[in-house]
Protein backbone atom coordinates (compact mmCIF):
# COMPACT_ATOMS: atom_id res chain seq x y z
CA UNK A 1 0.00 0.00 0.00
CA UNK A 2 2.73 2.66 0.76
CA UNK A 3 4.84 1.67 -2.06
CA UNK A 4 1.01 2.08 -4.29
CA UNK A 5 0.75 5.62 -2.57
CA UNK A 6 4.26 6.69 -3.54
CA UNK A 7 3.48 5.89 -6.98
CA UNK A 8 0.31 7.91 -7.28
CA UNK A 9 2.18 10.72 -5.15
CA UNK A 10 5.39 10.35 -7.90
CA UNK A 11 2.89 10.51 -11.09
CA UNK A 12 1.18 13.65 -9.41
CA UNK A 13 4.57 15.68 -8.85
CA UNK A 14 5.29 14.71 -12.82
CA UNK A 15 1.74 15.58 -14.21
CA UNK A 16 2.29 18.68 -12.29
CA UNK A 17 6.00 19.44 -13.29
CA UNK A 18 4.71 18.76 -16.52
CA UNK A 19 2.29 21.84 -16.86
CA UNK A 20 3.75 24.66 -18.67
CA UNK A 21 4.07 28.21 -17.43
CA UNK A 22 1.57 31.01 -17.54
CA UNK A 23 2.24 33.23 -20.02
CA UNK A 24 3.33 36.89 -18.59
CA UNK A 25 0.82 39.17 -18.49
CA UNK A 26 0.60 42.51 -20.79
CA UNK A 27 1.38 44.45 -17.60
CA UNK A 28 4.17 41.96 -16.73
CA UNK A 29 5.56 42.31 -20.16
CA UNK A 30 5.18 46.30 -19.85
CA UNK A 31 7.31 46.48 -16.69
CA UNK A 32 9.90 44.22 -18.17
CA UNK A 33 10.23 46.33 -20.85
CA UNK A 34 10.25 49.53 -18.71
CA UNK A 35 13.17 48.05 -16.68
CA UNK A 36 15.19 46.73 -19.76
CA UNK A 37 14.57 50.51 -21.41
CA UNK A 38 16.22 51.83 -18.35
CA UNK A 39 19.01 49.34 -18.35
CA UNK A 40 20.07 51.13 -22.04
CA UNK A 41 18.95 47.69 -23.43
CA UNK A 42 16.74 49.03 -25.96
CA UNK A 43 16.60 45.62 -27.87
CA UNK A 44 14.99 43.58 -25.05
CA UNK A 45 12.76 47.07 -24.20
CA UNK A 46 11.68 47.21 -27.75
CA UNK A 47 10.55 43.24 -27.81
CA UNK A 48 8.87 43.33 -24.75
CA UNK A 49 6.89 45.99 -25.64
CA UNK A 50 5.94 44.28 -28.90
CA UNK A 51 4.73 41.63 -27.21
CA UNK A 52 3.37 43.66 -24.43
CA UNK A 53 1.01 45.63 -27.16
CA UNK A 54 0.41 42.13 -28.90
CA UNK A 55 -1.62 40.42 -25.65
CA UNK A 56 -3.78 43.52 -24.94
CA UNK A 57 -3.32 47.00 -27.38
CA UNK A 58 -2.70 50.05 -25.87
CA UNK A 59 -1.08 53.01 -27.03
CA UNK A 60 1.04 52.90 -23.90
CA UNK A 61 3.34 50.17 -25.40
CA UNK A 62 4.05 50.97 -28.87
CA UNK A 63 4.62 54.65 -27.81
CA UNK A 64 7.54 53.53 -25.66
CA UNK A 65 8.48 51.12 -28.18
CA UNK A 66 9.08 53.81 -30.10
CA UNK A 67 11.38 55.50 -28.12
CA UNK A 68 13.66 52.40 -27.75
CA UNK A 69 13.56 51.44 -31.31
CA UNK A 70 14.60 55.07 -32.21
CA UNK A 71 17.42 54.78 -29.49
CA UNK A 72 18.53 51.90 -31.53
CA UNK A 73 17.99 53.73 -34.45
CA UNK A 74 15.79 51.69 -36.20
CA UNK A 75 14.03 55.00 -37.57
CA UNK A 76 11.37 52.73 -39.97
CA UNK A 77 10.20 50.54 -36.22
CA UNK A 78 10.13 53.77 -34.45
CA UNK A 79 7.65 55.57 -36.74
CA UNK A 80 5.50 52.28 -37.15
CA UNK A 81 5.33 51.87 -33.47
CA UNK A 82 4.74 55.82 -33.00
CA UNK A 83 1.68 55.71 -35.96
CA UNK A 84 0.23 52.93 -34.17
CA UNK A 85 0.50 54.56 -31.14
CA UNK A 86 -1.81 57.42 -32.51
CA UNK A 87 -3.98 54.81 -34.65
CA UNK A 88 -5.17 53.70 -30.94
CA UNK A 89 -5.14 57.27 -29.60
CA UNK A 90 -4.99 59.79 -31.58
CA UNK A 91 -5.73 62.62 -28.83
CA UNK A 92 -2.35 61.64 -27.65
CA UNK A 93 0.14 64.67 -28.73
CA UNK A 94 3.76 62.47 -27.19
CA UNK A 95 3.29 60.16 -30.85
CA UNK A 96 2.10 63.48 -32.65
CA UNK A 97 5.14 65.25 -31.61
CA UNK A 98 7.57 62.46 -31.94
CA UNK A 99 6.31 61.02 -35.17
CA UNK A 100 7.11 65.10 -36.38
CA UNK A 101 10.50 65.17 -34.87
CA UNK A 102 11.06 61.72 -36.62
CA UNK A 103 10.55 62.50 -39.74
CA UNK A 104 12.01 65.93 -39.84
CA UNK A 105 15.47 63.90 -38.53
CA UNK A 106 15.27 61.72 -41.50
CA UNK A 107 13.49 64.09 -44.25
CA UNK A 108 10.21 61.85 -44.84
CA UNK A 109 6.78 62.95 -45.51
CA UNK A 110 3.63 61.63 -43.43
CA UNK A 111 1.20 59.64 -45.70
CA UNK A 112 -1.25 61.36 -47.73
CA UNK A 113 -4.55 60.99 -45.96
CA UNK A 114 -8.03 61.19 -48.64
CA UNK A 115 -10.64 63.64 -46.71
CA UNK A 116 -12.40 60.42 -45.20
CA UNK A 117 -9.41 59.08 -44.00
CA UNK A 118 -8.61 62.24 -42.53
CA UNK A 119 -12.54 62.11 -40.49
CA UNK A 120 -11.37 58.74 -39.14
CA UNK A 121 -8.43 60.12 -37.56
CA UNK A 122 -10.14 62.08 -35.61
CA UNK A 123 -11.66 59.56 -33.00
CA UNK A 124 -10.16 56.51 -31.91
CA UNK A 125 -11.26 53.70 -34.40
CA UNK A 126 -12.90 51.16 -32.84
CA UNK A 127 -15.44 54.08 -32.00
CA UNK A 128 -16.54 54.52 -35.29
CA UNK A 129 -18.16 51.22 -35.34
CA UNK A 130 -19.85 51.74 -32.42
CA UNK A 131 -21.18 55.34 -33.41
CA UNK A 132 -22.24 54.15 -36.53
CA UNK A 133 -24.49 51.35 -35.01
CA UNK A 134 -25.80 53.23 -32.02
CA UNK A 135 -26.75 55.80 -33.87
CA UNK A 136 -28.64 53.66 -36.79
CA UNK A 137 -30.59 52.06 -34.11
CA UNK A 138 -31.24 55.29 -32.35
CA UNK A 139 -33.22 56.57 -35.43
CA UNK A 140 -34.87 53.09 -36.13
CA UNK A 141 -36.25 52.98 -32.70
CA UNK A 142 -37.20 56.81 -32.69
CA UNK A 143 -38.92 56.28 -36.37
CA UNK A 144 -40.49 52.77 -35.25
CA UNK A 145 -41.34 52.34 -31.72
CA UNK A 146 -44.16 54.94 -30.96
CA UNK A 147 -46.10 52.87 -33.68
CA UNK A 148 -45.08 50.00 -32.76
CA UNK A 149 -46.78 50.97 -28.68
CA UNK A 150 -49.17 52.47 -30.58
CA UNK A 151 -48.52 55.75 -29.66
CA UNK A 152 -48.84 59.19 -30.80
CA UNK A 153 -45.68 60.47 -32.75
CA UNK A 154 -44.68 63.58 -30.57
CA UNK A 155 -41.98 66.48 -32.31
CA UNK A 156 -38.85 65.31 -30.08
CA UNK A 157 -38.98 61.71 -31.86
CA UNK A 158 -38.58 63.00 -35.33
CA UNK A 159 -35.84 65.20 -34.10
CA UNK A 160 -33.98 61.96 -32.72
CA UNK A 161 -34.78 60.13 -35.82
CA UNK A 162 -33.52 62.94 -37.92
CA UNK A 163 -30.48 63.25 -35.53
CA UNK A 164 -29.73 59.47 -34.94
CA UNK A 165 -29.23 59.46 -39.41
CA UNK A 166 -27.20 62.31 -39.37
CA UNK A 167 -24.81 60.62 -37.18
CA UNK A 168 -25.16 57.49 -38.88
CA UNK A 169 -24.36 59.55 -42.49
CA UNK A 170 -21.45 61.13 -41.22
CA UNK A 171 -19.66 57.88 -38.94
CA UNK A 172 -20.09 56.34 -42.75
CA UNK A 173 -17.29 57.66 -44.56
CA UNK A 174 -15.03 57.83 -40.98
CA UNK A 175 -15.95 54.22 -41.03
CA UNK A 176 -14.41 53.44 -44.76
CA UNK A 177 -11.57 55.69 -43.58
CA UNK A 178 -10.58 53.13 -41.35
CA UNK A 179 -10.99 50.52 -43.12
CA UNK A 180 -8.65 51.87 -46.24
CA UNK A 181 -6.35 53.29 -43.56
CA UNK A 182 -5.33 50.47 -42.07
CA UNK A 183 -3.71 49.36 -45.35
CA UNK A 184 -1.05 51.69 -44.55
CA UNK A 185 2.46 50.62 -43.74
CA UNK A 186 6.26 51.73 -43.63
CA UNK A 187 8.80 50.73 -44.42
CA UNK A 188 11.37 48.99 -41.95
CA UNK A 189 14.74 48.43 -42.75
CA UNK A 190 17.11 51.44 -44.46
CA UNK A 191 17.45 51.34 -48.32
CA UNK A 192 14.69 48.73 -49.24
CA UNK A 193 14.34 47.86 -52.68
CA UNK A 194 11.22 48.04 -54.77
CA UNK A 195 10.94 44.96 -56.82
CA UNK A 196 9.11 45.63 -60.41
CA UNK A 197 8.33 41.34 -59.77
CA UNK A 198 7.50 39.53 -56.71
CA UNK A 199 10.61 37.81 -56.92
CA UNK A 200 14.40 38.05 -55.49
CA UNK A 201 15.85 38.19 -59.29
CA UNK A 202 13.46 40.70 -60.69
CA UNK A 203 14.85 44.68 -61.83
CA UNK A 204 15.04 47.00 -58.28
CA UNK A 205 12.57 49.89 -59.62
CA UNK A 206 13.77 51.90 -56.35
CA UNK A 207 15.15 52.05 -53.49
CA UNK A 208 12.91 53.33 -50.40
CA UNK A 209 14.17 54.84 -47.06
CA UNK A 210 13.06 53.37 -43.30
CA UNK A 211 10.30 54.67 -42.72
CA UNK A 212 8.83 55.85 -45.68
CA UNK A 213 5.08 55.20 -46.24
CA UNK A 214 3.34 52.97 -48.62
CA UNK A 215 0.00 51.29 -49.30
CA UNK A 216 -0.42 47.64 -49.40
CA UNK A 217 -2.58 46.38 -52.44
CA UNK A 218 -2.01 42.90 -52.31
CA UNK A 219 0.30 39.96 -51.30
CA UNK A 220 2.00 37.27 -53.22
CA UNK A 221 3.62 34.61 -51.23
CA UNK A 222 6.80 36.86 -49.50
CA UNK A 223 5.99 39.81 -51.14
CA UNK A 224 3.27 42.48 -51.27
CA UNK A 225 2.79 44.88 -53.89
CA UNK A 226 2.60 48.67 -52.49
CA UNK A 227 2.35 52.15 -53.68
CA UNK A 228 5.21 54.35 -52.16
CA UNK A 229 5.42 58.12 -53.79
CA UNK A 230 3.41 57.65 -56.78
CA UNK A 231 5.85 54.77 -57.37
CA UNK A 232 3.75 50.91 -57.53
CA UNK A 233 6.08 47.62 -56.78
CA UNK A 234 6.99 45.07 -54.59
CA UNK A 235 8.94 44.28 -51.30
CA UNK A 236 8.77 41.87 -49.03
CA UNK A 237 6.42 41.00 -46.11
CA UNK A 238 9.13 41.16 -43.93
CA UNK A 239 10.53 44.77 -44.82
CA UNK A 240 6.81 46.69 -44.68
CA UNK A 241 5.17 47.12 -41.14
CA UNK A 242 1.21 47.78 -41.02
CA UNK A 243 -0.25 50.44 -38.95
CA UNK A 244 -3.38 48.23 -37.83
CA UNK A 245 -1.46 46.26 -34.94
CA UNK A 246 -3.54 43.09 -35.92
CA UNK A 247 -2.79 42.94 -39.33
CA UNK A 248 0.98 43.71 -38.80
Not at 110 to 131: C, D, F, H
Not at 148 to 160: L, N, P
Request: proline share 7%; aromatic share 10%; hydrophobic share 45%.
Amino acid sequence: MGEEGDGVCCRTALALGARPRAAPSPEALFQAGVSAYRAADYARAAEAFRHSAARQPAPGAPLTRGHADWQRRQTGAAILAWEQAQWLHPFDPAARQNLRYARKAAQLEAPELAWYEVISTWLPVAWWAWLAGGSFWLAISAAMLPGVFRRRKATWHQAVAAFGFMVFLLCVPAYIGVQTRSRLGFILPPDTPLRLTPTHEAQTVTRLAAGEPARCLRTRGRFVLIRASRTLGWVEQAHLGRICPASD
